[in-house]
């Protein structure tokens, strides 16, 4: 299950308008793209939304990001201003895909007990559960709306 969802993202990763909808939700919410990621592959899984599940993915997710990828991410983007370090920027950007790649396989192991739904499940379902912000903000609504729609 594990390897499915690193699968999952990088296919998903390679349809450019779903990578910027996701890039656009990291930079201006400041969602977790694997949260995102988990979130729909785990709705094309059939899996049965789950608060506590969803809620401690969120936990994990964001801890993560806050003391790993974010700080790594800011540091590769300055990098990237300075024509003099592309080599820096690539190491960079490994190390934050290393990271990116160890969040996606470490979320599935908090999804081992989830239910078949045994219905279609809705992706927004999951999105709600994972980011409850989203019931809150019109923008983030928006956002993940056109999300889930590609």
Known sequence: MKQD????ALLRWQEKPFEQACLRLQ????VPVSLLLCGLWLA????????????R???VAEQFETDYLRPLRAVRRKAGEDTRLPEFKRQLQQ????GERWLLTTLPTLCDNLLPAGVRVDPMAWMLVVVPELAQCEGLQKALGELVAL
């Open 27 to 30: 930079d201006d919410f400041q």
């Open 95 to 98: 190390v934050e895909l290393e």
């Open 5 to 8: 969802l690193w699968r999952y």
């Open 57 to 59: 993915m969120a936990e």
């Open 44 to 55: 094309e899984c059939g899996k049965q939304p789950d608060t506590l599940v969803g809620r």
